[in-house]
């Protein structure tokens, strides 16, 4: 391999996907895969995460799937048992699971709202805390991905449960990556725009989504491989003096001019 990119290297990593059933998370799982991880596949619905794991072995990959419930730290603990016994401490995590419930605010229940935060926000910490305890006891070091958005930085109606979540997850971060630098684990954010993913792929054909469209710089939406060189960064050692830093792939989306 040429020297240069031999800090991309994650030949034999252990990689816990979130949130790993469709979208981002399935995508994630393939690229991780195909630069010769171990990866884990996690997610409510198994039998989703089953299907992309058989996928990926007979791609030639190394995957597992396990079921996770972000919000219970008792599920996280028993999926990563489970990880453990199988593959190995999880050195590389990438928090993806997330909802929506797009409502205004006035008409949001407390369940639209708890249910939300608590996937898209407490799941982040929850999982990244017990992934750190393992990484720690192992005493090796690792990287933790969190899967943010560009609404927690900028904003659009029908989704305060959703932008207060993300924006927190950028705050964790950064608190995170602090309070874990003395254990050489990293923890950045990703912070993605419109892409083609199966959540919205129905919403794209709409007008006010072409609206949308127009205020993006390069006036399109983004495509899932173009968020590959960032990952490959945050996941491997060329980030090695990278931790707490929130990375915006929009097309220039918060740029837009008012």
């Given amino acids: ?54 996928e990926i072995v007979a791609a030639g990959g190394q995957a597992m799937a396990v079921s996770m419930d972000v919000t219970s730290s008792a599920s996280i603990a028993a999926a990563l048992d489970v990880i453990e016994s199988e593959f190995g401490v999880a050195s590389i995590v990438i928090n993806n699971a997330g909802i929506t419930i797009p409502k205004l605010l006035l ?7 708890e249910n939300v935060v608590d996937t898209n926000l407490k799941g982040v910490a929850f999982v990244t805390r017990e992934a750190a305890k393992r990484m720690i006891a192992a005493d090796v070091g690792g990287s933790v991905i969190n899967i943010a958005s560009i609404l927690a930085v900028r904003v659009q109606s029908m989704l305060s449960n959703y932008a207060a979540a993300k924006a927190g997850v950028v705050q964790f971060t950064k608190t995170a990556a602090l309070e874990l630098a003395p254990y ?31 205020k993006i710089p390069q006036r399109r939406v983004g495509e899932l491989h173009e968020m590959n060189g960032t990952l490959m960064l945050l996941a491997s050692d060329a980030s090695s003096h990278m931790t707490g830093a929130e990375i915006v792939i929009d097309g220039g989306h918060v740029l837009s001019e008012l």
């Fill in 1 to 54: 391999m040429n020297d240069l990119l031999s800090a991309f290297d994650i030949t034999g990593r252990v990689v816990l996907i979130t949130g790993a059933s469709s979208g981002f998370g399935r995508h994630f799982a393939d690229v991780m895969a195909q630069s010769g991880a171990r990866v884990v596949l996690a997610a409510r619905r198994t039998e989703l995460v089953e299907v992309a794991r058989d």
């Fill in 107 to 113: 008409d949001l229940s407390d369940e639209d709202w």
């Fill in 184 to 214: 050489n684990i990293r923890v950045n954010a990703i912070c993605p725009g419109y892409f083609a993913t199966e959540m919205i792929r129905q919403w794209l054909k709409t007008e006010d989504a072409q609206h949308r469209i127009e």
